[in-house]
C-alpha cells in the first residue's frame, strides 16, 4: 500500500517539477535551497576532493538543459556495505532522536545520537566543530604518529641473506590463512551455512539535483556479493527501518532507464540544511554553498548508516 502511494506521489511530484521554474538567485543561507549552479559548483568541490565521485550525463533525451550536458549528475560507484542495519548495535530505540517531528512520514531519525562512541557521529554536532584554521589537532598528531615512525625505521636494515639462510622463510606461520580454510569459508558463506561470514554487499550512488525541491537527491542500487543486482526487500535491508518505505522510496530516474531505484527523499533535505547553517554561524563560522555536498553526504548517513561512502569526516571549512 505505501508503495502505491509512494508511485502516485511520485508522478504528482514529476508533473509539479516540469511546472515548476528554474531557481535563477540563491537562497542556500536563507533556506537550505540551491540553484542548478551552486550544484555545479558544490558537485566539482566534491569530485575535485573525492576522487571516487565523478560527474556523469545519462540518456541524451534525459538532459536537463538547466545543467550542463557533462555535469547531469554524480556517481560513485562499488561503495562496500559490510552488515546490515539490523546487526548494528547502535540501531536501537534509546540511541535514536527523531530530527524533524512535525513530519507525516515520521520525520529524520538520526540514528547515532546516544551513541559517543560510535564512528558514525552527530552530523550537526560535527559542523559545529568545524574550524577555518588548516591545521586541527587532528593533523598536528598524524604528523607527530609519523615522525615517531620515521624514528623506528632508523635502525639497521635486516640482513635478507642471512634470514633466508638461517630457514626462517621456510617455517611455517600459526597465523597465515591456509588456502583450504579460505574454500571451506567460501563454501560455507554462499550455501548460507553457520560460518558467521558477512556478505560484503556494493553499491552505485548518484546524486542528481531536483528542480522542484532545489536541492541534491540521492538515489542508491545494490549488487550481492555476486555482483547480482539486490531485490526491493533487501535493499531495505541496508537502510534505517526508520526511514525504509518513508524517507527512502522506490522511484524513476531522472537520468537513467532501467527500474525504479531506491532514494532519499529530498523533502526534508532544505530544512536540515538550513539548521546546519544556523549552528555553525551561531559557532562563529560561515558555510559556503561549494561545501553543500560535503555536509549533504553526512546528514543521509542516517539513512543508510552501513554504506561505507563518506570519506570526508574530517576536513576543514
Same mark, same amino acid.
Given at each position: 500500500m505505501q508503495n502505491m502511494i509512494n508511485a502516485v506521489k511520485g508522478t504528482a511530484r514529476g508533473?509539479?517539477?516540469?511546472l515548476t521554474p528554474v531557481l535563477t538567485e540563491s537562497k542556500f543561507k536563507e533556506t537550505g535551497v540551491i540553484t542548478p549552479e551552486e550544484f555545479v559548483v558544490a558537485g566539482?568541490?566534491?569530485? #575535485? #576532493?573525492?576522487? !571516487?565521485?565523478?560527474?556523469?550525463?545519462? &540518456?541524451?533525451?534525459?538532459i536537463r538543459p538547466y545543467l550542463p550536458p557533462d555535469k547531469q549528475f554524480l556517481i560513485t560507484r562499488n561503495v562496500p556495505c559490510y552488515k546490515r542495519v539490523k546487526q548494528m548495535d547502535t540501531h536501537q530505540q534509546e540511541q535514536e532522536k527523531v530530527i524533524e517531528e512535525e513530519?507525516?512520514?515520521? /520525520?529524520?531519525?538520526?540514528?547515532?545520537? +546516544?551513541?559517543?562512541?560510535?564512528?558514525?557521529?552527530? %552530523?550537526? &554536532?560535527?559542523?559545529?566543530?568545524? %574550524?577555518?584554521?588548516?591545521? !586541527?589537532?587532528? %593533523?598536528k598528531a598524524a604528523l607527530d604518529e609519523d615522525d615517531d615512525d620515521d624514528d623506528e625505521d632508523d635502525g639497521e636494515a635486516e640482513d635478507m641473506e642471512a634470514f633466508e639462510q638461517g630457514g626462517m =622463510?621456510?617455517?611455517?606461520?600459526?597465523a597465515t590463512l591456509k588456502p583450504e580454510a579460505v574454500v571451506s569459508e567460501s563454501d560455507g558463506a554462499a550455501g /548460507?551455512?553457520? @560460518?558467521?561470514?558477512?556478505?560484503?554487499?556494493?553499491?552505485?550512488?548518484n546524486i542528481t539535483?531536483?528542480?522542484?525541491?532545489?536541492?541534491?537527491?540521492?538515489?542508491? +542500487? /545494490?549488487?550481492? &556479493?555476486?555482483?547480482?543486482p539486490l531485490t526491493v526487500? &533487501? =535493499?531495505?535491508?541496508? +537502510? @534505517?527501518?526508520? #526511514?525504509?518505505?518513508? %524517507?527512502?522510496?522506490m522511484e524513476a530516474h531522472p537520468h537513467l532507464p532501467g527500474p525504479p531505484l531506491a532514494s532519499v527523499h529530498p523533502c526534508k533535505h532544505a530544512d536540515v540544511m538550513k539548521k546546519i547553517i544556523q549552528t555553525v554561524a551561531e559557532g562563529g563560522g560561515e558555510? /559556503?554553498? #561549494?561545501?553543500?555536498?560535503?555536509? +549533504?553526504?553526512?546528514?543521509?548517513?542516517?539513512?543508510?548508516?552501513?554504506?561505507?561512502?563518506?570519506y570526508t569526516r574530517h576536513f576543514t571549512m
Open positions: 508533473v509539479a517539477e516540469y566539482d568541490h566534491i569530485v #575535485h #576532493h573525492c576522487p !571516487t565521485w565523478q560527474w556523469a550525463t545519462g &540518456e541524451d533525451i534525459k513530519d507525516d512520514d515520521g /520525520g529524520w531519525v538520526d540514528t547515532h545520537h +546516544f551513541a559517543p562512541d560510535s564512528n558514525v557521529v552527530n %552530523t550537526a &554536532e560535527l559542523v559545529a566543530e568545524m %574550524t577555518l584554521d588548516s591545521k !586541527t589537532s587532528q %593533523t =622463510l621456510e617455517e611455517e606461520d600459526d /548460507g551455512g553457520d @560460518s558467521g561470514i558477512i556478505q560484503t554487499r556494493t553499491y552505485d550512488l539535483y531536483d528542480k522542484y525541491y532545489q536541492t541534491p537527491r540521492l538515489w542508491l +542500487f /545494490g549488487y550481492d &556479493e555476486n555482483r547480482k526487500d &533487501e =535493499l531495505y535491508d541496508d +537502510f @534505517s527501518q526508520d #526511514h525504509a518505505k518513508k %524517507t527512502v522510496t558555510l /559556503g554553498v #561549494h561545501m553543500y555536498l560535503m555536509i +549533504f553526504l553526512k546528514f543521509v548517513q542516517a539513512v543508510i548508516p552501513t554504506i561505507e561512502y563518506d
